[in-house]
C-alpha cells in the first residue's frame, strides 16, 4: 500500500486549546494539540508534500474542513460520532489497535488489555499501548477512552488535564 502524504493543514483555536489537522485525499491524516505556553508536551510535527496536485489537495482541504466542523461540533456536545473520512497511515498491528479504538463509544472507556484480546491478541497488552499512544488522530481515533484497568487514569500524549477535560465532555467523571 502506497504511503499517502497529508497536502493540506488547517490550525484553530477550540476550547480544548489549539488543534492542527492534516489531510490528504483520501482523509485525514493527522490530528494534534498545538503546544501553548505552560504545556509539558511537544507536538507532532508533520510534513506536507510538495505536491500541485489541484484536485487531490481540494479532496484534502473539504477533508479539513469536515474535520473541523465535526470537532467544534463534538466540543460543543453537540457531536458523538465523527463520519469524517480517515486516513492513518502505520503498520498493521497498529492499524488493528486504531481500528478497534475508533469502535469505542462515545462515553465508555476500556484498558489497552480489553483493546489486544478484542483483536485477537491477549499477550499484546504494552504493544496496544504503543500502538495507542502512536496514534496520529487524537479525538476522532479516542485513545482519550483508554484508562488503565485498575480504572484509573493513564498517559495521554497531550497530558492527563486534556484527557479527563474530553472523558467529562462524554459524561465520565468518575475517573
Known amino acids: ?4 502524504a497529508p497536502l493540506a493543514k488547517l490550525n484553530f483555536e477550540t476550547t480544548a486549546g489549539v488543534i492542527s489537522l492534516c489531510a490528504n485525499a483520501s482523509g485525514i491524516s493527522h490530528l494534534n494539540f498545538v503546544p501553548q505556553t505552560g504545556d509539558d508536551w511537544q ?3 508533520v510534513l506536507l508534500d510538495g505536491s500541485n496536485e489541484k484536485e487531490s489537495i481540494s479532496l484534502a482541504k ?10 467544534l461540533e463534538y466540543l460543543a456536545g ?6 469524517v473520512a480517515l486516513a492513518p497511515q502505520g ?9 478497534a479504538l475508533s469502535q469505542l463509544g462515545y462515553g465508555s472507556t476500556c484498558s489497552y488489555a480489553h483493546i489486544a484480546e478484542n483483536i485477537g491478541r491477549p499477550k499484546a497488552v504494552r ?5 495507542n499512544g502512536a496514534n ?8 482519550h477512552r483508554v484508562i488503565g484497568k485498575n480504572g484509573k487514569l493513564t498517559g495521554y500524549a497531550y497530558g492527563l488535564a486534556l484527557k479527563q477535560k474530553l472523558l467529562q465532555l462524554e459524561g465520565i467523571s468518575h475517573i
Open 91 to 99: 503498520t498493521e498491528f497498529q492499524q488493528q489497535v486504531w481500528h
Open 43 to 45: 507536538t507532532r510535527e
Open 78 to 83: 453537540e457531536r458523538q460520532l465523527f463520519t
Open 136 to 143: 496520529p488522530i487524537a479525538i476522532i481515533v479516542p485513545c
Open 127 to 131: 504493544a496496544v499501548g504503543t500502538a
Open 62 to 71: 473539504s477533508h479539513l474542513k469536515q474535520a473541523k466542523n465535526e470537532l
Open 1 to 4: 500500500m502506497k504511503k499517502l
